[in-house]
């Protein structure tokens, strides 16, 4: 820990006699951590199977305490930055430690979109492509075949802040192309006189044929859930990113690897699952029996987009996400039986007391899928909306990992195969 001191020492006695002392390190919030690096010496090794218990790194990005329902970046509550500032003050707040001022923000914003623009050798890559391919699997190749076209050595504090920049600027790209391609519809030019939000609506939803009026309700949306999106701490994708950092590996590779991790159902495809399982119920009058079927014990059945792994109060973004999902069905008047749906097993999972005792509240993937389905954002680019928005927290671990320049991250495993044999 190359920041860290030792505030404190404790002791592991094990039963053959010998005792070890360890160093405890203490952070600006949260829990203290026991330094185990001197184990080894003893030819030992601690076992902490998924890592739910084990500090990877020292970081001074996002700290979360999941029993208080608190989010912060760089200090910041996450509410604050999401209903009173938009995603760029946040992304520079992340990438820079502290708030833009005007004049940073106005200049962030040039550099931003002077890099919306993709190579339209990309062009060619996309055609590559079957149209059915999961646009998350098109989004893994393009970003990193970014590196192919950006070949900076990225030693220089010139060359990190370039890269934070392009990455930054053209994740909204390569995602409405992701999507224009896969409906066979041209891809749309940024326009740089609209917001990041507004800029990726238009991508998405213009066309060459006729204007394209950004809906400011629907952008300030998507501005949040951005934001909402943009960092939560040591995740499984973050934590991928880092450990392909560690290597030395070009950081458009190291955001892929986050984007492959956050495929995952349990991670980024969160959102997704919830509106296949809104699907899957159909109407309100079936809710009763799926509500059943998840107070089963016996029933493999769960109710997708309630609760948290790490939040065991109200996600505070999803308190910004449910103000923000009445405000868009409202300005639309979309009344589905998906979205009744919805709303059902809200008003239920807030009053009925087998949630809340259970603390099952209505989580950010809840909301976030119910708006970007009544925006009209098909359900297999729910994840790829996650990782654009994810993209200047992975980019912020980067650099505070290239900046410290920590060694290679190589966890160890406890054994459990054949012991030493031969062939006969």
């Known amino acids: 820990m190359p920041n860290l001191h030792p505030t404190l020492t404790a002791e592991l ?5 010998r005792k070890i002392a360890l160093p405890v390190y203490q952070g600006t919030l949260g829990y203290n951590a026991i330094g185990v690096e001197t184990l ?3 030819g030992l090794f601690t076992y902490d199977q998924g890592l739910t218990s084990t500090a990877l790194c020292e970081s001074s990005i996002t700290y979360i305490d999941g029993d208080q329902g608190i989010l912060l970046h760089r200090g910041y509550p996450i509410d604050e930055l999401a ?13 820079e430690g502290e708030m833009p001022t005007e004049e940073q923000l106005t200049e962030f914003k040039k550099e931003i979109c002077a890099h919306y623009m993709v190579n339209d050798q990309f062009t ?4 590559g492509f079957r149209r059915d391919s999961h646009p998350m699997a098109v989004m893994c190749a393009a970003s990193s075949a970014l590196a192919a076209f950006y070949n900076d050595d990225f030693q220089s504090d010139k060359d990190t802040d370039r890269t934070a920049i392009r990455l930054l600027a053209k994740m909204p790209t390569l995602a409405a192309m992701c999507y224009k391609y896969s409906i066979g519809r041209p891809f749309m030019y940024p326009q740089y006189h609209l917001s990041y939000a507004g800029n990726f609506l238009y991508m998405m939803f213009a066309t060459p044929c006729e204007p394209y009026v950004v809906n ?5 949306a998507m501005d949040r859930i951005f934001t909402l999106h943009a960092d939560h701490e040591q995740n499984a994708s973050t934590s991928s990113v880092r450990s392909v950092a560690s290597s030395g590996s070009n950081p458009f590779a190291c955001i892929a690897a986050g984007i492959a991790s ?8 969160a959102n997704e699952a919830c509106v296949r399982m809104l699907e899957e119920i159909g109407t309100v009058d079936r809710i009763p029996e799926f509500i059943a079927k998840a107070k089963d014990k016996n029933d493999p059945f769960r109710l997708m987009g309630f609760g948290h792994r790490v939040y065991k109060n109200y996600d505070p973004r999803a308190k910004v996400m449910r103000e923000t999902c009445h405000e868009v069905l409202q300005e639309l008047g979309i009344n589905t039986p998906l979205l009744e749906v919805a709303m059902e ?11 809340i005792e259970r603390k099952l509240y209505p989580n950010v993937d809840f909301y976030s899928g119910i708006i970007l389905k009544a925006i ?9 909306i996650f990782a654009l928005g994810r993209t200047v927290g992975w980019i912020a671990n980067w650099k505070e990992m290239n900046e410290e320049h920590l060694k290679i991250v190589r966890p160890r495993q406890i054994y459990t195969g054949h012991q030493e044999r031969h062939l006969k």
């Open 124 to 127: 060619r890559l996309f055609q």
């Open 40 to 42: 080894q010496k003893q």
């Open 262 to 269: 956050l495929w995952g159902a349990s991670h980024g495809g």
């Open 13 to 17: 006695h094990l039963s053959d006699g």
């Open 376 to 384: 009209g954002i098909p359900v297999s680019m729910f994840t790829v």
């Open 345 to 355: 097993l809200e008003r239920i999972a807030l009053s009925d007391p087998y949630f």
């Open 83 to 95: 209903f009173n500032k938009t995603y760029l003050d946040t992304a520079y707040l992340l990438l």
């Open 216 to 220: 400011p309700v629907l952008e300030r």
